[in-house]
């Protein structure tokens, strides 16, 4: 009789998946696991397949019922990898992998989120892998401490939550990213921004402009910063600083450090403020934090202040006037009742230029608007507007199209592009529109 897989998502499914589950459980009981760390990958996974087939031979339930190629080769995923979910880790098309509960998994592609066809065992099943992950990284989770934010070694960001916080069950979210990180190039094709906008973007890095992205979740705050980057010249020393690094530089004279969470007895952490002050003293051209969340921006904005211009951060926030709130609600944080104004005029002066990216609806990520702070004028922010993004509508396929646009303001940081080299002519800032196409 000829095998048949059965369909994803069905009860036939969730039956081949408890069966896999409770043949991995017999595989890990028969086998030595003091030997994993001893023999060659090869020789394990021939090793365990063989052990597995004996098993399928052996189980009457089996024969006939499933295909045995493809329980084989999910049963050398569950020991060695991520089990059902080892094939969405190589497919490069995946950005995001999220598993709400045992029988609902949804990914994002290009933009878009969408369902997928597949399921866990049980409950039991999604937490063996979450703690197959966690325990790899040298973290637990359990009941005692049961969240954890962690990074896999190809730099994908993982984020687990597990009873009793989660009330259907373990959950867990994987944020991937490419092998090779977007270019310029990449966002100019994806109309992500105009070539006039980035030509700006790219002289004020250069010219040590120092710069604050804003966005929310998945905007592309992180994909801009790693361009961005790339137009500090070679010569200048990088320090990066994030919580889980995604940070991809090309430059050769950089150095990375990731904040360390508290141990199981509650000690040995090392917080992004920690790592801002400490990064002071290695001699730093430009310091890049990936993203900024607390009274560590107090330490940023002073570095910005004493001969660290050029530095760039990403914060989350719905536009730039938001991101300079949330700035100061942050410096609050620190415990010290600064000024408002004193605060104010670190931001304004430390700060030159801010970038707001937001993805709309259909997946697309747009530059939203560029903007440059001019001064602080009767305890307020003079804040003015560069470049923007308006959405007009959306397409019959439910992509948002819009338009990009110059104001026609000329910032003052001109002067400074042109001190360092760099000349923009007028045309590039006179008050236009551009469509970026659908």
């Not at 081949?16 to 028969?30: D, G, I, M, P, T």
């Not at 536009?319 to 000024?339: I, K, N, W, Y």
């Not at 948002?400 to 400074?416: I, N, S």
């Amino acid at each position: 009789m000829a095998t048949v897989t059965p369909p994803n998502n069905t009860p036939a499914e969730a039956d081949f998946q408890r069966l896999k589950a409770r043949l991995h459980e017999q595989l890990v009981e028969s086998f030595d696991l003091s030997r994993i760390g001893k023999l060659d990958r090869n020789v394990l996974s021939n090793e365990i397949r063989n052990l597995a087939q004996t098993a399928i031979n052996n189980n009457k339930e089996l024969k006939g019922r499933v295909d045995r190629d493809r329980l084989l080769n999910e049963l050398n995923d569950e020991i060695f990898g991520l089990g059902p979910l080892e094939g969405l880790m190589k497919d490069p098309t995946v950005t995001d992998i999220l598993v709400n509960n045992a029988q609902t998994v949804y990914v994002e592609r290009h933009g878009r989120l969408e369902e997928t066809d597949i399921v866990f065992a049980n409950d039991d099943h999604v937490l063996r892998v979450i703690q197959r992950i966690v325990s790899r990284l040298g973290r637990r989770i359990d009941e005692s401490n049961p969240m954890v934010d962690a990074r896999l070694p190809d730099g994908s960001r993982v984020n687990a939550v597990i009873p009793p916080l989660s009330l259907e069950g373990p959950t867990l979210s994987i944020r991937r990213f490419g092998a090779e990180p977007l270019k310029a190039e990449d966002l100019l094709r994806f109309r992500s921004v105009t070539d006039d906008i980035l030509r700006f973007l790219a002289a004020a890095v250069d010219a040590r402009c120092s710069v604050l992205v804003s966005g929310g979740t998945g905007g592309g705050k992180t994909t801009l910063l790693n361009v961005l980057s790339r137009y500090i010249p070679a010569s200048e020393r990088i320090i990066t600083i994030e919580d889980s690094a995604e940070l991809i530089l090309q430059h050769k004279h950089r150095v990375r450090m990731e904040t360390r969470p508290a141990n199981t007895e509650g000690t040995g952490e090392v917080s992004q403020r920690d790592l801002v002050r400490n990064s002071l003293r290695m001699r730093p051209d430009r310091i890049i934090v990936g993203e900024v969340r607390g009274p560590e921006v107090w330490d940023m904005l002073q570095a910005m202040n004493t001969g660290h211009e050029g530095s760039l951060t990403t914060i989350h926030a719905n536009s730039v006037r938001d991101a300079l709130s949330r700035l100061e609600m942050m410096v609050a944080m620190t415990g010290f009742e600064f000024p408002v104004s004193v605060v104010r005029g670190y931001v304004a002066s430390g700060i030159h230029l801010l970038v707001h990216v937001s993805r709309l609806k259909g997946g697309a990520r747009r530059v939203m608007e560029v903007s440059e702070i001019v001064s602080v004028k009767d305890g307020q922010y003079e804040v003015a507007d560069i470049f923007g993004f308006e959405q007009t509508g959306v397409d019959a396929s439910g992509n948002a199209v819009g338009e990009f646009y110059a104001t026609g303001y000329r910032p003052k940081c001109l002067a400074r592009l042109k001190a360092s080299g760099v000349e923009l002519p007028d045309s590039l800032f006179n008050k236009r529109r551009w469509m970026p196409g659908v």
